[in-house]
């Protein structure tokens, strides 16, 4: 080996690149961004400005930061329902001056002050709500004339009454303690941003109402076909709001005892970057309250800090205006480009080099020399087939097989023309078996462990394991469940080939390589399903040994066979019994003269042989080529292998010419013949094996003769 | 995306090629059209006359329809091109690197030892094409995966004396027609035809970006030239060009049939590669699936531009063409992976 193979193996082998793309398949990865960028915002001010952190700082901060992201809050929810909200500034103003109005110059009760800046709130959001929502105009513009129209008549207000507010003596300790006092430590303002965050956030993880916030800003239309009022629930974000910024209205009314020129100016702009840069997807749909609150926090930080710097105003609209630019892009990029991100990150190959091996090439004279043979099998269900990955028999000779559509279907005997649905599961049906009272049970791809009756009733019986430590995605749900086969005692050995891919991304698996297959164990007295074994590339066939003492099970990617075993000393573990094969083995089930078959469903070829040596290139191949281009190992040709107990090989059969069973994954033998399947096939093969007990059966075999 | 050049650094930009489109708009002709004779890898064609002469291992061929191949002449070693000279000289180049007019060797400078094609002018120039410095004819695949570029252009004139050369540094000369003092030559590994002058030896691309290796030109009736294109371009294979190690390993390591390079035939045996588009499903192999071979056979107008093509796709037998000519209105196209020489009518048009 050379130094920089070496160097590959331990670089590919020991660095857990595929941690990468696991993480980036969860939904949290959403928040990193915004929360790093609160973090950095954090560290960096309070590092710059001496005391930024000081109690009497952080008091006035905080109740500016409670009134500021209440009106984030009501922007949040409108922006989740794929709306915008530009006039939260002027509804803020106006509620702080209607608050103002009635306590300072009407001279009433702090609360019918309260009660008139939720009023106008109310209205102004309902004006909002009605001409967005009912006559759907768009909400940029619309709320922009809001904002407008609501601006220019707080200033023509606030110029009218601002001497009678400055000569009211009306006072209130409600008002003072709102406004300058602490609770627990905290402000008012901020024990009810608290308050009013979590009760939106559980909305709108938790509620019908929020749901359909949810539901209308991912897809409004599909909404409307879901039955969602989405007209009232868009009217239903802009009243909200308009309620969340009149609070903080209020709230500004408490604490400054006044209206001014400046209260609420550039609020929403504000408003709006916080929401976004806190990763409040533009679109709608995306987000939550606890990311326009990161935002709120990161927005009101950089501003504060920055004009504490020294800075203008001139200057905090403008990093304002390039935070929004700068998240804006990032939201829109990464929405889009997330997946191709995902998928460029996902395949992390791994070194493998495969043992030398014997040839398989007719004319070799070796064990696993293939020939012509099964080009010459009858056919069952040409055409009207797809995929039948598995193929068994019952004791009257009927066939059944898996379909890619998720059916089993069932061949009668004895021609095995006419055929029915025998049952519909869905997913992909693999591996199958019958155990002792003719349940038929099946590793159906994708979804689990299935069973169905002789009267069709179709069971789950396990689609999870115990979930291992170290997993980042949950491996306890069975992504690829393969081949199953049953013990003397019931319980139900079964392979869940891969932990990295679904079972239709099978073929990805193989570039890949990386060894996540397992072993596990259905106990049908408890319903409880244990791992066996894990950590083998690409786990596939398993088969009961005649004497049920141990099973064997193929390793597909590593072209190997190995015994596992049930009794005896070596109870609990495994050992390999086939290693280095030509060919990818699949599914394992008994020959009648007290052997087994093997379906190869592959052939090693020497160039992607090569390719498992050079990860780095199998890495590059995945991001620079499409996948139809991929190098594959050759699934074009496939066999039948039988070998014995001892790992000894018999004889190999096969279709070189590739006409009717290019790729092989089963075979089962009865009464002489031998049933060929295969996952990309169109078709079963029935081929009469010379030498084989005419009379023996799987099901006698397993289960005795027939009572 | 903005990013896109700068992350390209660190990710490799996508393997791309041309697509089949326009005039290369893919078809079946090639797999409909009648097998004028069964040959093993007929590699040239040249009509002398009456008769049709095709070259297959180290012998040439008369070929007449519905009549087995008749065996004109053998040689030492493999045919690895044909002329005919404006005075009927049948002029053969062979595998060992030795020339022979009418039968009669022709000594040849060191340097020339991989004769790809031969074409007379008019006049009696006669145009050499050496595919390479360091290779023989049959090891194409192995100059094209080392990413040889040691071709050269040779011309002796009409008077005699010896070769001269023209031009050197060309990816693999394989084709060559004979324009007025100029000659047109297929360079196979830049997948382009360039004109060079017969004069100054100056080189101008005519016709880039080919989807396929090009291989031998010939004349067509109108002025215009057939083109054989004999094997696809492939992303994988282009890609595999780009990776350095994997490459030098598979060269070293991997049997030269077995290689991910292109081919004249393939899916001969389960030991050849396999790119996943090519994987048979419900008894289906995908024309348009990627693959190593090919059979396409192009047309080029007056101003050797496309005009329309002939193919044999993926699913196809007839691959691999290196060598076609044309005679009365039918064209003999020689299929080296599909073991015959096709005729195509070309006066039933359809094109």
Redesign the interface.
């Known amino acids: 080996m050379s130094f ?1 193979e070496r160097l590959q193996s331990w670089r590919y082998n020991l660095v857990p690149d595929h941690v990468v793309g696991e993480i980036l398949t969860k939904r949290w990865t959403d928040n990193a961004i915004p929360f790093l960028a609160l973090v950095v915002t954090l560290a960096t001010f309070g590092s710059i400005i001496p005391g930024f952190f000081k109690l009497t700082a952080l008091q006035e901060s905080t109740r500016q930061l409670g009134e500021f992201s209440m009106v984030v809050t009501g922007m949040t929810v409108v922006m989740l329902g794929g709306g915008i909200d530009l006039s939260v500034g002027s509804i803020f103003a106006l509620s702080c001056f209607s608050a103002v109005y009635v306590f300072f110059i009407l001279e009433q009760s702090i609360w019918l002050a309260l009660a008139a800046s939720v009023a106008t709130g109310l209205v102004f959001g309902a004006i909002n709500g009605y001409l967005v929502g009912y006559l759907r105009l768009r909400a940029f513009l619309t709320t922009l004339v809001t904002f407008i129209f609501g601006r220019a008549l707080f200033d023509i207000l606030v110029t009218t009454y601002a001497a009678d507010v400055q000569l009211s003596t009306a006072t209130s300790d409600v008002l003072d303690f709102i406004g300058d006092s602490t609770f627990w430590g905290l402000s008012v303002s901020v024990w009810l941003a608290i308050i009013l965050a979590i009760v939106t956030h559980i909305a709108l993880t938790r509620s019908r109402p929020g749901w359909h916030v949810l539901a209308v800003g991912g897809s409004r239309r599909s909404a409307h076909n879901a039955g969602i009022r989405v007209r009232r629930t868009v009217f239903m974000t802009y009243v909200f709001s308009g309620f969340c910024a009149s609070i903080g209205g209020f709230l500004i009314a408490c604490r400054l005892s006044g209206a001014g020129p400046g209260t609420g100016l550039n609020l929403e702009i504000m408003a709006l970057t916080a929401a976004v840069v806190g990763g409040v997807s533009l679109g709608g749909g995306r987000g939550s309250v606890i990311k326009g609150l990161m935002g709120a926090i990161i927005v009101l930080t950089m501003t504060n800090g920055l004009i504490r710097m020294g800075y203008g105003t001139g200057t905090n609209q403008m990093v304002l205006g390039i935070m929004l630019a700068v998240a804006v892009t990032i939201d829109i ?1 990464w929405l889009k ?1 997330r997946h191709k991100v995902l998928n ?1 990150v996902y395949v992390a190959p791994v070194y493998l080099k495969m043992g030398k091996t014997q040839s ?2 007719p004319g070799s004279g070796t064990s696993y020399e ?1 020939d012509n043979r099964l080009s010459a099998a009858d056919h069952i269900g040409l055409g009207e087939l ?2 039948p990955e598995d193929v068994i028999l019952d004791r009257d000779d009927n066939l059944y097989c898996g379909t890619r559509h998720g059916e089993i279907v069932r061949f009668f005997a004895p021609d095995y023309v006419k055929s029915e649905v025998f049952a519909h599961i869905g997913g992909f049906p693999l591996g199958l078996a019958f155990d002792k009272s003719g349940n038929l049970i099946s590793c159906v791809g994708a979804m689990g462990l299935y069973s169905v009756s002789p009267d069709r009733e179709v069971k789950r019986l396990s689609a999870e394991t115990s979930r291992s430590w170290t997993s980042i995605v949950d491996d306890a749900r069975l992504r690829d469940p393969n081949d199953c086969d049953i013990a003397p005692d019931g319980r139900i050995y079964f392979t869940d080939s891969t932990k990295r891919y679904d079972a239709h991304d099978w ?1 990805l698996d193989s570039i890949e390589n990386r060894a996540t297959g397992r072993l596990l164990v259905y106990d049908p007295k408890d319903g409880s399903t244990r791992t066996l074994l894990d950590g083998y590339r690409y786990t596939n066939g398993v088969c009961m040994a005649h004497d049920g003492k141990s099973l064997f099970f193929a390793e597909s990617w590593a072209c190997r066979v190995h015994r596992y075993w049930l009794e005896g000393p070596k109870a609990g573990t495994a050992e390999c019994v086939i290693r280095d094969m030509p060919g990818y083995p699949d599914n394992i089930n008994r020959a009648s003269d007290g052997n087994y078959w093997m379906a190869w469903l592959g ?1 090693r ?4 042989d ?2 498992l ?2 990860p780095d ?1 199998r890495k ?2 995945t ?15 496939g066999g039948v292998v039988k070998f014995t107990e001892k790992g000894g090989i018999v004889e190999a059969m096969g279709d ?1 010419s ?1 006409g009717a069973h ?2 092989v994954t089963s075979m089962r033998e009865h009464k002489g013949y031998l049933f060929v399947g295969g996952i ?4 079963i093969g029935r081929y009469k094996v010379a030498g084989a007990d005419p009379n023996w059966t799987s099901p006698a075999s397993y289960w005795g003769a027939k009572s | ?1 903005i990013l896109d050049p700068v992350l390209d650094l660190f ?5 791309t090629i041309p697509p089949l489109d326009g005039a290369f708009r893919p078809n079946t002709r090639l797999d409909d059209a009648p097998a004028f004779a069964e040959l093993t890898e007929p590699d040239n064609l040249l009509v002398s006359g009456e008769r049709v002469l095709a070259s297959s291992g180290n012998a040439i061929y008369s070929l007449a329809a519905r009549t087995e191949p008749k065996i004109v002449e053998t040689f030492p070693s493999a045919v690895t091109a044909l002329a005919l000279s404006p005075s009927g000289e049948l002029t053969v180049g062979l595998e060992s690197g030795k020339l022979l007019i009418s039968g009669k060797e022709v000594p040849l400078p060191a340097a020339l030892s991989c004769i790809t094609a031969l074409a007379y002018a008019d006049d009696g120039t006669l145009w050499l094409a050496n595919g390479s410095a360091e290779r023989a004819p049959s090891q194409w695949a192995a100059d094209l995966m080392r990413k040889g570029a040691s071709g050269s252009l040779w011309r002796r004139d009409a008077a005699g004396g010896g070769f001269r050369k023209v031009s050197g540094d060309i990816a693999f000369p394989y084709g060559l027609y004979s324009v007025g003092r100029d000659v047109l030559v297929s360079e196979s590994w830049r997948h382009q035809l360039v004109r060079f002058d017969g004069a100054t030896g100056n080189r101008s691309t005519v016709l880039t970006h080919l989807p396929g290796y090009p291989a031998r030109l010939s004349p067509s009736a109108d002025g215009g030239a057939w083109l054989t294109l004999f094997a696809p371009r ?3 294979i282009e ?1 595999v060009l780009q ?1 350095k ?2 490459r030098q ?2 060269l070293s ?3 030269p049939a ?3 390079a292109p081919a004249l035939a393939s ?1 001969r ?15 289906i192999h995908k024309p348009w ?2 693959s190593r071979s090919y059979g396409l056979v192009v047309r080029l107008d007056q101003d050797m531009q496309p005009q329309f093509s002939l193919h044999s796709r993926a699913n196809g037998t007839r691959h691999g063409i290196c060598s076609v000519a044309e005679r009365d209105g039918i064209l003999f196209i020689a299929s080296r992976g599909g073991d015959c020489v096709l005729a195509v009518d070309l006066a039933s048009g359809g094109f």
């Not at chain 1, 070829?605 to 992607?608: D, E, I, L, Q, V």
């Not at chain 1, 991001?623 to 040709?637: A, G």
């Not at chain 1, 990309?680 to 078709?683: D, K, P, S």
């Open positions: 920089r990029r480009n460029e398989a090439a293939l797809e995929g073929a052939m070829t020497p160039s992607f090569l390719s040596r050079h290139m590059r191949m991001r620079r080529l499409p996948q139809d281009e991929w190098l594959f190992p050759n699934i074009n040709t070189l590739g290019p790729m990309l096939n169109n078709r | 995306m990710r490799g930009k996508a393997v492939n992303r994988l890609f990776e190690h994997y390993d598979m390591q991997v049997p077995y290689w991910i899916s045996s389960f030991l050849e590669p396999l790119q996943c588009g090519g994987i048979r499903t419900m008894g699936s990627p």
